[in-house]
Every structure is written in structure tokens, then in C-alpha cells.
């Protein structure tokens, strides 16, 4: 099931207490580069992708570790749509989410035996081949440094990724209709820095980091995992409320999760340019 739903009351509230906060008056600051409190950006997220995903079946039996792009035939590069933004409730407090999805699938024919969770995929059966990654990144920072030219900040933010990866045999080989899939939705925490710089009250450059690494066990379902995320890249604005920019944007993650009866663990880096468009007040 998809997190849509996560968007929604966040992007409602951002909208509500932009015009409340914009009316109770400017201070100094709300006159610099870096000095809007809201930010709405949406782009074209060119992406390229690496993912390496291995399902065990039950009793620990380890599975196929697969390339869903070099071994199954996925597109390694996709062109997503993009969508972010960030309020500043207070000069040095600000809040930050991001969302976007990297959905795939294709048929393929597989050139070994495949064993992915409890079933076993034979050399040269036809394949239907998925693989859905949905991200969702909510982040909280504090500015160390704020004045009319730069900005430092550091924060924490979580980034829920949601997989799921599954295939199913096709056609006559495939018999009863042969067929495996998987699914996670793993929180990740990560500890983040920004720097923003203002070469001309209309041109800014924009960089972004963040990792962490997490291990839990609860009631016998275990996750973990690391992330490692930023981006790097420059605006222009344009008019007033109006602002274009370009970006080059990375993730690299790794989890693990694992249940009662079976392990799944994925590796995946996707990362590429973004171009956007937004509008700040």
C-alpha cells in the first residue's frame, strides 16, 4: 500500500501558516537571499540505478543475489518527477520533505537458476520482473550560521523508503504460475548538514548531506541499514516568488530486514541531475 497520505496533512499546514506567518511583519532578515519562509519546488529527476536485491526463503535458505538491471533487464535510468519544500518557522528553524517514486517493471528471461524467497526460478523461464522504490524524506534543521550571504546548518531527518520487488514466471514454462514478491517500508534516520551561499542576491548555491546507520530488534523482526544522501547544485531567481534551478542529486542505501521466516536484503544507489522550478515567499 502507498504513503500518499503522508504528504497531505504536512503540505496543507505548510500552505496554512505561510500567509499568517507573511502577515505579522518582516524582520531584517526576511529581506536576504535565504530569508523565505516558504518553498514549493517540483522537477524532473533524471535518475540512474543500481539495485542488487536478495529474498532467503524459509529456515534461512539463502537466496540468488540479483542485479534487477544487468541479470533481469530493468531500464538503469529512469525520469521521475520530484517534489520538495521547506518552511522556516523561526529564522533558525526550519523544516524540509521531499517526495518522489522510482517505479519499475519489464519481462525478462532469466539465464540461471533463480532462487528468490521459497521459489526457484529455472534458467530460461520468462519473467515478469518489478521493483517500486517510494521516498519520503522529513527533516528538521537548526542554522548555526544565517546572515545576508551564507548559511550552515545541521539537523536530523527521516527518509521512509518503501520497496517492493517481486517476479513471476510467465508463459508455458512457468507452470502453475510461479511467482515470489517482497515488501518493506524502512524508516531511516539521518543525521544532515547544509550550506547555502548567496554569490548575488539572485544566484545561490546549495549543498546538502546526510547519513546514518541503524540496527533494531523488536519481537523478533530485526532491521537494518544505512543511508547516505545529498545533493549539490545552484538557483536563480528569476522574479520575486519565482526561482529555477539545477542540481545533481545521490542515495545510496542499504537494508536489511528480517521475520520470522524469511530475509530480505537490498542495496540500491540512484542518483542523477534534477532540474526544477519553484516559488518562495
Known amino acids: 500500500m502507498r504513503r ?15 500567509p499568517v506567518a507573511y502577515a505579522q511583519g518582516e524582520p531584517e532578515w526576511r529581506s536576504w537571499p535565504m530569508g523565505e519562509r516558504f518553498g514549493l519546488n517540483v522537477g524532473s529527476f533524471f535518475a540512474n540505478l543500481e539495485t542488487t536485491v536478495r529474498l532467503d526463503g524459509t529456515g534461512g535458505i539463502l537466496g540468488t543475489e540479483i542485479s534487477f538491471e544487468q541479470d533481469l533487464g530493468l531500464d538503469d535510468t529512469k525520469t521521475r518527477i520530484m517534489a520538495g519544500g521547506y518552511w522556516r518557522f523561526f529564522k533558525k528553524h526550519r523544516l524540509d520533505f521531499s517526495y518522489f517514486n522510482l517505479d519499475r517493471s519489464g519481462d525478462s528471461t532469466s539465464t540461471v537458476n533463480i532462487r528468490f524467497g521459497d ?6 523461464l520468462p519473467l515478469h520482473v518489478f521493483l517500486d522504490i517510494e521516498v519520503f524524506n522529513l527533516g528538521y534543521s537548526y542554522s548555526i550560521l544565517f546572515d545576508e550571504k551564507k548559511e550552515l546548518a545541521v539537523g536530523f531527518a527521516l ?20 511467482s515470489e514478491s517482497s515488501s518493506v517500508l524502512a524508516p531511516l534516520p539521518t543525521f544532515t548538514g547544509r550550506f547555502a551561499y548567496a554569490i548575488t542576491p539572485k544566484w545561490i548555491v546549495d549543498t546538502n548531506i546526510g547519513y546514518f546507520t541503524i540496527e533494531v530488534d523488536s519481537g523478533g523482526d ?3 541499514g544505512d543511508i547516505i544522501a545529498g545533493n549539490a547544485g545552484v538557483r536563480w531567481q528569476l522574479l520575486k516568488h519565482f526561482h529555477l534551478g539545477l542540481l545533481y542529486q545521490f ?7 528480517k521475520g520470522e521466516t524469511k530475509q530480505l536484503a537490498v542495496d540500491y544507489d540512484y542518483f542523477g541531475p534534477v532540474l526544477f522550478a519553484g516559488w518562495s515567499f
Open 4 to 18: 500518499h497520505w503522508l504528504i497531505i496533512p504536512l503540505t496543507l499546514g505548510l500552505i496554512s501558516v505561510g
Open 119 to 124: 521459489e526457484i526460478f529455472q534458467a530460461d
Open 159 to 178: 527518509s521512509f523508503q518503501d520497496l517492493t520487488a517481486g517476479l513471476q514466471g510467465t508463459g508455458v514454462l512457468a507452470g502453475l504460475d510461479v
Open 222 to 224: 530485526e532491521l537494518s
Open 251 to 257: 542515495f545510496v542505501v542499504n537494508v536489511n530486514t
